[in-house]
């Protein structure tokens, strides 16, 4: 009787054991989104090389959102006259213009970029002042504030660059280049619903 409850304890012991082993294989089973090659490698790097498009919704209006806005809007903030036409044709810059600028990010992502300028190829009075041509954003600023990828307002004429150069540009000398930043807080960024009519 004794030897038997013996191997009875024995049988469960097993049991619990094969059951624990069973538990552990399953939570072990990868449940992670597939990720890209440049996140592979550790540490700070991977989190800064996530694309920003995961996260963007969170910091820019819908196309929904622009469209209702609009529609309750006339004139542009130079008291230019908008038609319907003009702002279906907003709506669709905004989301080219956001789509170019994301990609310009994940295609420095994978060449390894760190620094991003600000280039316009057009007079843009709601950036001016702000956001001007040969700013600069570091990967990691990015990364901490997606708000710095374009576009900034409705109409907005900005564009991330990448800078392909070796050089580091927070000890540039070239004419124009400084960084956007001047400490660790975001500065001040144009209002997106201020509407700058395309030309
Ligand atoms: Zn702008």
Request: charged share 30%.
């Amino acid at each position: 009787m004794f030897f038997l409850s013996i191997l009875v304890g024995v049988a469960f012991f097993l049991i619990v054991v094969l059951v624990a082993i069973h538990i552990g294989m399953r939570s072990r089973t990868p449940d992670e989104p597939p990720e890209s090659p440049t996140i592979h490698a550790s540490g700070i790097y991977s989190i800064v090389r996530r694309s920003p498009r995961d996260s963007i919704a969170q910091f820019k209006p819908s196309q929904d959102e622009l469209s209702q806005y609009l529609a309750g809007k006339n004139e542009d903030i130079q008291g230019k006259p908008l038609t319907g036409d003009d702002k279906k044709a907003l709506v669709s810059r905004w989301e080219q213009s956001l789509e170019e600028n994301i990609r310009e990010v994940e295609a420095g992502d994978h060449q390894g970029v760190e620094f991003y300028y600000y280039d316009f190829d057009e007079d843009d009075p709601v950036c001016r002042g702000r956001i001007d041509q040969g700013h600069f954003v570091t990967r990691e600023e990015i990364f901490k504030f997606p708000r710095t990828i374009p576009p900034f307002h409705i109409g907005c004429r900005c564009r991330l660059k990448a800078h392909h150069g070796s050089e580091d540009l927070r000890e540039t000398t070239r004419l124009g280049m400084r960084p956007l930043f001047r400490d660790e807080s975001l500065p001040p960024l144009p209002t997106w619903s201020d509407i700058l009519k395309l030309s």
